[in-house]
């Protein structure tokens, strides 16, 4: 009889452990709202002097999955050169795609079209 209830109670313990329940650790990603996948930067630069550089070019872009990252970047620079009387404006965008490569490595490719204006006062 005890070789009976230790043959029953080796068959049963185990499959009492098949009826355990396991969560999912896989996190089901869920889809964002637009708002949340926006990224927003740029580029602020002076420099005063004798030499005067003014570059202000803000950055907009959107999170298309956790490793590609489209943009437009607009632009306004503006130098002047005293010593030469010399001053120059450019305006224009950019598109731009950044793929992450590794945590906080990444390739960026980008086309530019940027309006040159110039000034020079030491013409004769």
Same mark, same amino acid.
């Given at each position: +009889?005890?070789?009976? !209830?230790?043959?029953?109670?080796?068959?049963?313990?185990?499959?009492?452990?098949?009826?355990?329940?396991?969560?999912?650790?896989?996190?089901?990603?869920?889809?964002?709202? !637009?708002?949340?996948?926006?990224?927003?930067?740029?580029?602020?630069?002076?420099?005063?002097?004798?030499?005067?550089?003014?570059?202000?070019?803000?950055?907009?872009?959107?999170?298309?999955?956790?490793? !590609?990252?489209?943009?437009?970047?607009?632009?306004?620079?503006?130098?002047?050169?005293?010593?030469?009387?010399?001053?120059?404006?450019?305006?224009?965008?950019?598109?731009?795609?950044?793929?992450?490569?590794?945590?906080?490595?990444?390739?960026?490719?980008?086309?530019?079209?940027?309006?040159?204006?110039? +000034?020079?006062?030491?013409?004769?």
């Amino acid at each position: +009889m005890n070789r009976l !209830f230790i043959l029953i109670a080796f068959i049963i313990v185990p499959l009492s452990g098949f009826s355990q329940y396991y969560e999912n650790k896989e996190k089901k990603e869920e889809k964002k709202p !637009f708002k949340e996948n926006l990224f927003f930067g740029g580029i602020l630069g002076l420099q005063f002097g004798t030499y005067t550089l003014i570059d202000i070019s803000p950055v907009i872009g959107y999170k298309v999955s956790p490793r !590609f990252h489209p943009g437009i970047r607009l632009t306004y620079q503006y130098q002047s050169d005293q010593t030469t009387n010399y001053k120059t404006y450019r305006y224009g965008g950019s598109i731009f795609a950044r793929l992450f490569l590794v945590q906080g490595i990444y390739a960026q490719a980008e086309a530019e079209a940027l309006n040159i204006e110039w +000034m020079n006062s030491n013409l004769e």
